[in-house]
């Protein structure tokens, strides 16, 4: 609830409020129940706040004293501000003031009904803390804990994914070579067209080569900059191995090279995708 909504209650309770800087305002019981108190406004010197109007106001929005007088002189330092300038100030339930250039104010009374006021709720841990984590709504039986610990295996399982696809593009890998069993370099020696044995089953040089995983360029993003080396920086900061190409004048490319599986490219695209919240093309 606004603060000065709670100045008017005070006032409409106590028939009196004190405003350092403006004045007092008086509240008179109007003959009408329909209608709001009649409220009157005399301008005089007044000190500070009185203690029974910071007790109010803390208990009424739960804060500290402290807090309390901290607000009231910051909405009272607003209003006195606002009307140094030559404009009218409402305050809301109340009325509104005007100060004129010798100095004084004219008041016009509120003459409209407040709203009905809501029941106000304490403060409490149980209100403070959404109702879901509390207590399941009535009539339903299942819980959502199996739901989300899913969710975070599948986040968990594309990660490594990728991690590990990215660890073996890395430079310094050496991708898997064609060795005769106890003759390190036969395979180098060997024609390009004579199969390599080993344990005595004959191995074709090109199906090995096949199964062999290749470089394959996913595109993560096409956008311009800022964007473009924000979001390269972003990705290097959590170990991405990803590269920044110019599409054109205006256009950035962000790239990622992995060491992938022709069998394993859609699933990857599609875990990348799921991970960068953007769709994954590959090049």
């Known amino acids: 609830m606004k603060l000065a909504s709670l100045l008017a209650q005070y006032l409409f309770a106590h028939k009196q409020l004190s405003l350092p800087g403006l004045g007092i305002f008086y509240a008179e019981n109007s003959e009408d129940p329909e209608y709001p108190p009649t409220v009157k406004f005399e301008q005089k010197p007044v000190d500070g706040f009185d203690e029974a109007v910071v007790d109010y106001i803390s208990s009424e929005t739960g804060k500290m004293k402290v807090l309390a007088i901290s607000d009231l002189h910051s909405q009272l330092e ?27 104010y004219d008041f016009v009374p509120n003459t409209t009904p407040l709203p ?34 899913i969710i975070v295996l599948a986040v968990i399982a594309i990660a490594a994914t990728i991690w590990f696809y990215s660890k073996t593009s890395e430079p310094g890998i050496p991708a898997p070579a064609n060795e005769t069993a106890g003759h390190p370099g036969a395979a180098d020696t ?26 394959v360029t996913y595109v993560l993003e096409i ?16 170990e991405w191995p990803v590269e920044l190409e110019k599409v054109d004048s205006l256009r950035y490319a962000i790239i990622m090279k992995l060491s992938t599986p022709a069998a394993d490219t859609a ?10 919240g953007k769709k994954v093309s590959i090049r």
């Open 78 to 104: 607003d209003a006195i501000r606002f009307l140094n300038t030559g404009k009218p100030y409402l305050f809301a339930g109340m009325g509104t003031l005007l100060k004129k250039a010798d100095g004084s």
């Open 116 to 149: 009905p006021r809501k029941k106000d709720v304490p403060i409490t841990e149980r209100n403070t803390i959404p109702q879901s984590y509390i207590e399941e709504k009535p009539g339903t039986g299942k819980s959502k804990k199996p739901a989300i610990i």
């Open 190 to 215: 060997a024609p390009a067209d004579t199969a390599t044995r080993q344990g005595g089953n004959a191995v074709n040089p090109g199906t090995a080569a096949t199964a062999t995983p290749g470089v």
């Open 223 to 238: 956008t311009k900059e800022p964007r473009a080396s924000k979001r390269y920086n972003q990705l290097k900061r959590i």
């Open 267 to 276: 699933r990857v695209r599609d875990s990348l995708t799921v991970i960068s």
